[in-house]
């Protein structure tokens, strides 16, 4: 301490560091400006002049325990900013209406009411040489207008459909509790939680995780994802959490990162039009070509007419104003053709009918981000979703529990009195200190659960059970994470136990978990070796559950030698402790929303990491598998050579325990067999096949851009 005062005495001499009035009387020890250019130039020694991670806390008067108070934001905001960008001044109606006369055949059109006007008046008289001309002029006035106000109202839309689109909430601490905020609210010094999956929602520092990789791809275009430790703190803005998890300390918000800066340069609209659109245009186009070379052919033939007729009559050097009028009727008439000719309504009606199309979709609390969704929409033959959110309801409870050592199966309520203490000691420590969920209390000291609905849901079954979430956390010492991830399909712990000792945790998909499993614990709680016979009567259990459509998951553990490496978590070896299968129950209408599916002539697919049976199950219970329909797993498809993977594609119903690159190739050969594939899901592990897809549909409930 005395050491980095005196670096930093030694430097702020040096660089003549001095605080403004504003910012020492709000409180605070750094400049906003320097704060947010050590972040963004990953800067380690201005870094380390302000006394690292503890010192920039300090200096922003933030806690890592307790965050900063709820009473603090707007002097912060005054100091260190919103977390806002400028957009662009949205664009008015008039410059619509301008960009509606620039249109060719329009201008032509304008050129020919001019001239008819002029020449009308000058033969015919006032008004009648007029009436040509005004009607034109008002036909144009008519299609600028309806152009100008559809363009208008479609970028009006635009502009909800991204507000509602940030709305994105992040998990801080602030006043001493974990709470939900939204982005917007994000001031400097906050504390916020990362997970996997979350884009940053500002530039920060890292105070604490495990194992945290970051994709920042979005702001460098570097594809590697990139580990963030205490050593290199930096986390900028807009990046994504490809794998870990931390906590980290705001240090710049809104216009200061260098997100920020990007969305100045990004946030102009870009025209997207739908391929329908694009045809249309195409096809106006060339009609509008041969309506004008016709036009032109015409016009060249009538007045060689006239002129070889006045030739013949040797009238050449007699002009009269009938003639030029003649001349001006021919002219007259290539324009007609042309504006007869051109479709020009063609592509705006369309425009039209998807900006209402959209609107309907938006009422029924779908959000667009193109227009041409609603139109691809319509044209699609297969639909790809994801099981868990799409198809359930995500809420999920904790149905039955099997314990190595009772083998039978109970409902959650007897687990208590039928269970030897040893083993529930066990089953309690895995459930709690093996999560990435958390309970946390609010202000008033009730208890809400913060997590993904797999992991609240066991953490409710422990609370249940009578644990205290707390005091387990006091108690042990958590040395190491590995959380879940799509990939992996389970989440591992190395904990220090408070007797001593170290141990491992392990919980995930039922079979990938038992494969890691050579003991399991007896009716007396002691370990004993996996037998063929265990073996079989464990998977006889896990099949039973996901026969009835439970999502099962076996719990494990493993006692770690003295002196064994903390830097990773065993992946053999351990000791199965239970299996639970958890009830997710299907939506309401889902069954129906199929059968409509398959009567419109799509094909609907199930694509989910859950267990093959527990994905057969649903499916058959929605509608999606039949007699003759394919169910097989991820590896299986994997490893398959491609021309095996076009035959057997098109009959897929189910795929099950698949990983999030397997979607994205279902996604891709579909496509190749020439069908339109809509995907819907609502993780990160769906996002490549989102993207793949047509038509991604993605049901938001997580931050997840795409
Ligand atoms: N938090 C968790 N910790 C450990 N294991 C988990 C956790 N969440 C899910 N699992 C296990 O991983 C399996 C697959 O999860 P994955 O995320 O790949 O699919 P999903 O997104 O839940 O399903 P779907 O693709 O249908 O939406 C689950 O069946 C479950 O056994
Ligand atoms: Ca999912």
Request: net charge negative; proline share 3%; with cysteine.
């Amino acid at each position: 301490m005395v050491h980095k005062a005196a670096i930093r005495f030694s430097d702020a001499g040096r660089t003549e560091y001095t605080l403004s009035k504003e910012t020492q009387d709000a409180g605070f020890g750094i400049e906003a400006d320097e704060l947010a250019s050590i972040v963004r130039g990953h800067d380690t020694k201005g870094f380390n002049t302000h006394g690292g991670t503890e010192g920039i806390a300090k200096e922003v008067s933030s806690s890592f325990t307790d965050g900063i108070s709820s009473s603090d934001v707007s002097r912060r905001q005054d100091i260190y900013g919103v977390n806002k960008y400028t957009e662009k001044p949205p664009r008015g109606f008039w410059t619509f209406v301008w960009e509606a006369l620039h249109d060719l055949t329009l201008i032509i059109l304008m050129v020919c009411a001019v001239v008819s006007i002029g020449v009308g008046i000058g033969t015919e008289g006032l008004p009648k040489g007029m009436y040509d001309g005004v009607g034109i002029l008002l036909s144009i006035f008519l299609v600028v207008l309806v152009t100008a106000v559809s363009d208008y109202k479609q970028s009006l839309q635009f502009r909800d459909l991204d507000k509602e689109k940030k709305k994105i909430f992040v998990q801080v601490t602030r006043d001493g509790y974990r709470q939900k905020i939204s982005i917007y609210d994000l001031v400097v010094g906050d504390i916020v939680n990362l997970s996997t999956g979350d884009i940053v929602p500002a530039d920060g520092i890292f105070i604490f995780g495990y194992n945290l990789l970051i994709d920042e791809s979005s702001l460098s275009g570097e594809s590697e994802p990139l580990d963030v430790n205490q050593e290199k703190p930096f986390l900028l803005c807009g990046t994504k959490v490809q794998d870990g998890y931390a906590t980290m300390l705001v240090t710049a918000v809104g216009m200061r990162t260098e997100w920020g800066k990007l969305m100045e340069t990004l946030s102009e609209e870009t025209d997207d039009e739908t391929p329908l659109q694009v045809k249309l245009n195409g096809v106006a186009t060339i009609i509008g070509k041969i309506g004008l070379v016709f036009a032109v052919l015409t016009f060249l033939v009538l007045t060689t007419r006239f002129l070889v007729v006045k030739f013949v009559h040797q009238e050449f050097s007699h002009w009269s104003s009938g003639d030029a009028l003649k001349l001006l009727d021919f002219f007259a008439i290539a324009v007609t053709i042309i504006v007869v000719a051109v479709p020009e309504g063609l592509p705006l009606a369309v425009t039209l009918s998807l900006a209402f199309a959209m609107k309907k979709l938006m009422n029924d609390k779908a959000l667009v981000r193109h227009l041409s969704a609603c139109e691809t929409m319509g044209s699609a033959t297969s639909i790809c979703t994801d099981k868990t959110g799409t198809l359930t309801t995500n809420h999920m409870v904790v149905d039955r529990i099997w314990f190595s050592g009772k083998n039978k199966e109970l409902k959650g309520n007897e687990v208590k009195t039928e269970t030897s203490e040893t083993i529930l000691a066990i089953f309690l420590q895995v459930i709690f200190l093996n999560t990435g969920a958390e309970v946390v209390k609010d202000k008033d000291g009730k208890t809400t659960i913060l997590g993904q609905p797999t992991e609240s849901a066991l953490l409710e079954l422990g609370i249940l059970l009578g644990g205290d979430f707390d005091a387990f956390r006091q108690q042990y010492q958590i040395k190491n994470v590995e959380p879940f991830s799509s990939v992996r399909k389970k989440m591992s712990v190395l904990v220090t136990l408070p007797e001593g000792g170290t141990r491992a945790f392990c919980k995930g998909a039922s079979e990938i978990v038992l494969g890691l499993c050579n003991k399991m614990i007896d009716c007396d709680g002691h370990s004993v070796d996996l037998s063929e016979e265990h073996m079989k009567n464990i998977t006889n259990v896990i099949n039973g559950f996901a026969n009835e459509a439970l999502r099962t998951l076996c719990l494990a553990f493993k006692d770690m030698d003295d002196g064994c490496n903390e830097d990773s978590i065993p992946e053999d070896g351990y000791t199965l402790v239970a299996v639970v299968g958890i009830k997710d129950p299907v939506r309401p209408g889902v069954m129906d929303a199929v059968r409509t599916c398959l009567a419109a002539g799509i094909t609907v697919r199930m694509v989910t990491g859950d267990n093959i049976y527990t994905a057969k199950a649903i499916a058959r219970e929605c509608g999606i598998l039949t007699e003759d329909g394919l169910a097989l797993e991820g590896s299986e498809f994997r490893n398959k050579n491609p021309l095996e993977m076009k035959a057997i594609v098109s009959n897929i119903q189910v795929m099950a325990r698949s990983l999030p690159s397997d979607k994205h190739t279902l996604v891709s050969y579909l496509r190749n067999v020439g069908e339109v594939v809509s995907v819907t899901g609502d993780g990160t592990n769906d996002a490549p096949a989102l993207h793949e897809s047509d038509i991604g549909l993605a049901m938001g409930i997580a931050g997840t851009e795409l």
